[in-house]
């Protein structure tokens, strides 16, 4: 891994809009609450913590040419990610993600638009082989088409971290797990890549899970479980870790900021178990918001709460 070099992330970039209501959700009525619209996507949210966290980064996503477009753009460029390799289309609109929670700030429904991302082909990715070949670090989230996902995982010369976005799309690193350095979802994207059943209160679950993950290729697999914490395992150790605490005012963008600050003990030496210790600690940060990304977000905040 190159130390001076930059992380590139490969992934979605959505407008996100999200209902919250001021009391329990009641299905298949209005419930009256608050509506919010703000740049998202898991890539993009992920590029975004990561610039918060100290890290040179290049973002590399779809675009129409529309208002939604200007807004993503222009949030992640104040963030100072690089956004200029990204495809434009001049007739699809850019991505977008409708999700409601529950009063508590976790997500209950979504849908996602996303068909713009079918442009991110393999022989796009390849015209960014400079970008790639000087990169310390590149992650790819499984919103791309899989022949693209294989492209990146294979061709890269550094390491890359895989993030398994949703139980439908894990289903495209099966075949990409040989390459991958680190492998990311939650525990039901994992039982759908492993092929076991995962029970999120028993470690030797998780553990074998793990296993399976690792066999087929795997360096480094992270499996987060929501108000459980978060599971890790390389072959030579594993830990289940709580949640730190935090004053949760919405869930949207905790788990791209576990990520995010995984990554960054990484790019910095931290050992696993330390880089998983920042990244509890920047999901806690940000669940402490109601925008998915916290602007008070930082390295040294991190590490901090972290206790590191």
């Given at each position: 891994m190159k130390n001076d070099g930059y992380i590139t992330v490969f992934g979605a970039a959505n407008i996100d809009?999200?209902?919250?209501?001021?009391?329990?959700?009641?299905?298949?009525?209005?419930?009256?609450?608050?509506?919010?619209?703000?740049?998202?996507?898991?890539?993009?949210?992920i590029a975004h913590n990561l610039?918060?966290?100290?890290?040179?980064?290049?973002?590399?996503?779809?675009?129409?040419?529309?208002?939604?477009?200007?807004?993503?753009?222009?949030?992640?460029?104040?963030?100072g990610v690089e956004t200029e390799e990204s495809f434009l289309s001049r007739d699809e609109p850019t991505s977008s993600y409708l999700y409601i929670t529950e009063a508590d700030g976790n997500m209950e429904l979504a849908v996602n638009d996303m068909d713009i991302y079918r442009h991110l082909t393999p022989a796009f990715?390849?015209?960014?082989?400079?970008?790639?070949?000087?990169?310390?670090?590149?992650?790819?989230?499984?919103?791309?088409?899989?022949?693209?996902?294989?492209t990146i995982c294979r061709e890269s010369k550094c390491p890359v971290i895989a993030e398994s976005v949703s139980c439908k799309k894990a289903v495209k690193l099966r075949k990409v797990l040989p390459y991958v350095f680190t492998v990311t979802g939650n525990y039901l994207e994992a039982e759908v890549l492993s092929g076991r059943t995962i029970d999120p209160e028993d470690q030797g679950s998780l553990r074998a899970a793990a296993d399976v993950l690792l066999a087929d290729g795997a360096k480094r697999v992270v499996i987060t479980l929501s108000a459980r914490g978060a599971y890790y395992a390389d072959?030579?150790?594993?830990?289940?870790?709580?949640?730190?605490p935090a004053e949760m005012i919405n869930g949207n963008g905790a788990g791209d900021a576990l990520l995010s600050g995984l990554i960054t003990g990484t790019v910095k030496g931290f050992s696993f178990a330390d880089a998983m210790m920042l990244g509890m600690a920047a999901a806690s940060i940000t669940l402490e918001?109601?925008?998915?990304?916290n602007p008070a977000l930082s390295f040294e905040a991190a590490k901090k709460r972290a206790g590191l």
């Open positions: 809009i999200g209902g919250k209501p001021y009391e329990k959700l009641i299905a298949k009525d209005s419930n009256p609450g608050q509506v919010r619209a703000a740049p998202g996507g898991v890539g993009r949210n610039s918060l966290l100290g890290n040179h980064v290049k973002f590399i996503s779809a675009f129409g040419d529309d208002v939604y477009a200007s807004l993503i753009r222009d949030s992640l460029h104040k963030a990715i390849r015209e960014k082989r400079e970008v790639l070949d000087h990169s310390s670090l590149v992650v790819a989230d499984a919103n791309l088409p899989e022949d693209t996902l294989e072959g030579n150790s594993d830990g289940l870790l709580p949640p730190i918001t109601s925008q998915t990304n």
